[in-house]
């Protein structure tokens, strides 16, 4: 060959190679350095957006940042310091959005004081690892347009909408090392919002506490929750306005160890053609990995607008409802249909263990317990119909073991089962205080 050929076939090649090669690229938004960028929209405009790419921040960067089609794009904190993005305009505007990216790692950042902090827009793929998404006036973070974000170790907190939303046929999977968690905090929404769109939580890494909304909400939306073990504590949602929401068609399977307690009024509601299905076990150890579902004002499951939620296995619905609660309850159900298997257990509830009317179908089937209720153990109404399996224990209620009026049936085996009432039943008292739970 001839060499000034060959020298020249050399040269493109490495110029490629260069192309190809990763851009390593530093901010320092609080002091710049020659050699570093004073903003991330500044290193974002040196670059190649095929990439790969890597952007080391420090400081805090008062800028709204706009990522349009990069791939392979890594921006983190320089190791040791915080890197922090802050809204920048008035009216306050998206922090960070991400469009038509993939392969988009935002790592150990805060994202704050923005409308909304984090926006992954128009089928962008993106994972975020050690985020903060803070102080925003309207949603934390959302992914939508068919979107994916894969979340871990983060905090969505104090936002004045929902913490994390997922919307318009995007999907979300949020997953963590065991003992860290995803944490969704003091939203002025929900927690976790979820609008025709899918959701998956691996690992039991997800706490929800104190948010005005529900720790958790769908709206034809399908979930699929992975607890994880007893011994991680499995997902936690704890002391919002209301525990998991399920509207509008909405799925949802739950497996392993989870515990929804104190969220007001209801624990979980399904409604209007939702379905939510629990499944738990007992492990070889002895010990139980299933969903506990308790300390609510009100209901602690509510199924109504013809829903369905079954709890396979030893799931426990325990120390719901109030006297003043009209709905009190473990379980209500309303035109719809409930059923309980294989260890399920509804005990210690203020009024009956399971409250069903208009229509209403109850399953009760081998293995499951209702006891140490204050009211009835089993309460139907309305032309609803209960079936009832052995072995199971209906025991140590208030009231009846089982009631229903003379438009309802209970049939199966009652074999051990003392004080049946399916002749008269008590009106209960009304109640117009105003009530999250949906009644209707």
């Known amino acids: 060959m001839n060499p000034r050929v060959k020298l020249l076939l050399v040269v493109v ?21 020659p050699g570093t960028f004073p903003s991330i929209t500044a290193a974002l405009a040196s670059l190649i957006p095929a990439g790969p790419n890597v952007i080391t921040v ?9 990522i349009g089609y990069f791939q392979n794009l890594t921006i983190q904190s320089a190791a040791g310091h915080t890197a922090v993005i802050e809204n920048a305009s008035n009216p306050a505007g998206i922090v960070l959005q991400a469009f038509g990216c993939r392969g988009l790692f935002l790592l150990n950042l805060v ?5 909304n902090g984090l926006l992954v827009n128009q089928a962008s793929e993106v994972v975020v690892e050690g985020l903060v998404v803070q102080n925003n006036s309207s949603d934390g973070a959302t992914a939508q347009v068919g979107s994916t974000l894969g979340v871990e170790s983060s905090k969505f907190i104090n936002n004045g909408g929902n913490g994390l939303t997922v919307a318009s ?5 949020l997953a963590t090392l065991p003992g860290e968690t995803i944490l969704f905090s003091g939203n002025a929404g929900n927690g976790i919002d979820v609008d025709a769109s899918s959701l998956q939580v691996n690992f039991g890494s997800v706490r929800a506490d104190h948010n005005a909304g529900a720790g958790m909400s769908a709206s034809n939306g399908q979930l699929l929750i992975f607890g994880g073990s007893t011994s991680t504590g499995g997902n936690v949602f704890f002391d919002n306005g209301e525990g998991i929401d399920l509207f509008d068609t909405s799925s949802a399977r739950f497996f392993g160890t989870n515990l929804i307690q104190n969220n007001g009024e209801v624990g979980l509601q399904v409604v209007s053609g939702s379905s939510a299905h629990f499944f738990g ?3 070889p150890d002895g010990t139980v990995s299933a969903t506990t579902i308790q300390g609510h004002t009100g209901p602690g499951v509510n199924v109504v607008r013809s829903s369905t939620a079954t709890f396979d296995g030893p799931a426990v619905i325990r120390r719901n409802g109030s006297t003043g609660d009209e709905l009190r309850s473990g379980i209500r159900v309303r035109n719809s249909t409930v059923t309980m298997d294989s260890g ?7 009024g009956p263990g399971i409250l069903a009317d208009e229509g209403s179908t109850l399953n009760v089937l081998a293995g499951t317990a209702i006891r140490q209720n204050t009211e009835d153990g089993v309460n139907m109404t309305i032309q609803s119909n209960g079936d009832f399996i052995q072995p199971i224990s209906i025991v140590g209620n208030g009231g009846a073991s089982i009631a229903c009026d003379t438009t309802s049936v209970a049939f199966g085996d009652f074999t051990g089962i003392k004080n049946v009432d399916c002749s008269q ?3 209960r008292a009304s109640s117009q205080k105003k009530s999250r739970v949906v009644r209707n």
Do not use: D, Y
Request: glycine content about 12%; some cysteine; charged content about 10%.
């Open 13 to 33: 090649c490495l110029a490629l190679s260069g192309i190809a090669s990763a851009a390593s690229v530093s901010v320092n938004c609080n002091n710049p350095k």
């Open 58 to 66: 420090q400081g805090t960067c008062k800028e709204n940042v706009f």
């Open 111 to 115: 994202i704050q004081g923005g409308g």
């Open 169 to 173: 046929m995007s999907n979300a999977t």
């Open 281 to 283: 076990q007992l492990l």
């Open 344 to 350: 399920a257990t509804v005990e210690g509830n203020t």
């Open 425 to 427: 039943l008590p009106p």
